[in-house]
């Protein structure tokens, strides 16, 4: 790490996070603590960040492939992959949503901790506002998540997706059912100023 990093702990694992990247939060945490991977399965780690869930999936998972938009979280989160013991099972890439993904490779489980926060930002946003904001109604990369992600999912396949009552889990949960999955909420916590933060699961 070039720059000055933070020191995140989850369980038995170590983090650094640098100063252009997300820091793990409650949303973080909440994820990880219900994160359920199977033995074999393959992996997609949406918006990777320091790489928490796709370091935690790795520990089962035959394979895991982590995306970000944001460079310096893709650069983070190999050196944490190292640190942690479980590079050899990871592919990094950069972009943006499914845009590295190869047509037609499908996975068991996809992980997102999507930027949810609503927020007049639209362009010019820092790598760090990239993590959090998601446009006026903080909807606008869930939908676009939503509607390409069952493309993606192999047939007994699940999605996880943290996001906040602020940006309605209720059209959430229509969008996901309109493209034929099954959705549950597998945990909720809540957080100051009437916000609760919310992990969805849709399955096929």
């Known amino acids: 790490m070039h720059s000055p990093s933070k020191k995140v702990f ?14 793990p939060a409650e949303d973080s945490f909440l994820f990880a603590e219900n994160l359920v991977v199977k033995e074999g399965e393959s992996v997609l780690d949406m918006g990777t960040g320091c790489g928490i869930l796709g370091i935690i999936a790795a520990e089962k998972a035959a394979k895991v492939v982590a995306v970000d938009i944001n460079p310096y979280a893709v650069r983070c989160a190999k050196e944490n992959a190292k640190l942690n013991r479980v590079a050899d ?23 997102f901790n999507a930027p949810y926060l609503p927020s007049g930002f639209t362009e010019d946003k820092s790598w760090l506002e990239h993590a959090w904001t998601g446009g006026v109604t903080g909807r606008q990369v869930i939908d676009r998540f939503i509607c390409e992600a069952p493309k993606y999912l192999k047939k007994n396949g699940r999605i996880l997706l943290m996001q906040s009552t602020l940006c309605d889990v209720g059209e959430t949960l229509r969008r996901f059912e ?7 909420i597998v945990a909720e916590r809540d957080l100051p100023f009437f916000e609760r933060i919310v992990l969805v ?3 096929r």
């Not at 989850?10 to 820091?23: G, K």
């Not at 309109?178 to 549950?184: F, P």
């Open 201 to 203: 699961k849709a399955e």
């Open 178 to 184: 309109e493209s034929g999955l099954m959705t549950s």
């Open 10 to 23: 989850f369980a038995d694992y170590v983090f650094y996070v640098s100063e252009n990247v997300y820091e």
């Open 89 to 111: 099972k990871i592919f990094f890439a950069r972009g943006n949503l499914f845009a590295p993904i190869k047509i037609g490779e499908k996975f068991s489980l996809i992980l």
